[in-house]
């Protein structure tokens, strides 16, 4: 099977704006390189997993060129595929991000290059973030309405690392 176009899902902006090109159910973010972090990507195969089984084929797209890379099949080592992808494309002069689709449109990652935060989207309602690996690699929304609220040093810190218009605007565009 020939893999899709990417702009299938992905539209190609990038963070804050909606990237992709319909609605999904839930959406988690992340600010570690998805071409480099084992544990990112071992905390998005764990939530795939759950939500889907084992039935997850992931197509992995190079974020600067929007081209396929390979897919993943549901039994790969996820994490070492990944970085192997990650330094392929850095050895090739390509130091942007990825985008990985579900073979069945069921959930997208994207990261436009390593220094932009990332986003999760998955068509499913399980509690994603009550999971140890996930918690520990993304944030969600309610994270965000909680560090906007500036109640601890922390919360504080937070926003004036991400900014509170680029907070607000994912709260807005991802509702």
Known sequence: MMPKELETIVLG???PCH???RRFEQYLFFDADICTSQPL???IRQATTICF???VD???YASSSRSYLRQLASDSDWPLEITALGNTMREE???DGLALVDS???WAAHQPSPVDVGVLAIDSSQELMSIEAVKDC???LNDIRGWLSRRTPRDRELVDVFGEEFLTTLLTDYP
């Open 13 to 15: 902006v990038e963070l």
């Open 19 to 21: 990237i992709f090109s």
């Open 41 to 43: 990507a071992t905390a």
């Open 53 to 55: 089984g084992l039935d």
């Open 58 to 60: 992931t197509d992995v």
């Open 93 to 95: 002069g390509d130091v």
């Open 104 to 106: 069945q449109d069921r």
């Open 138 to 140: 993304f944030f969600s």
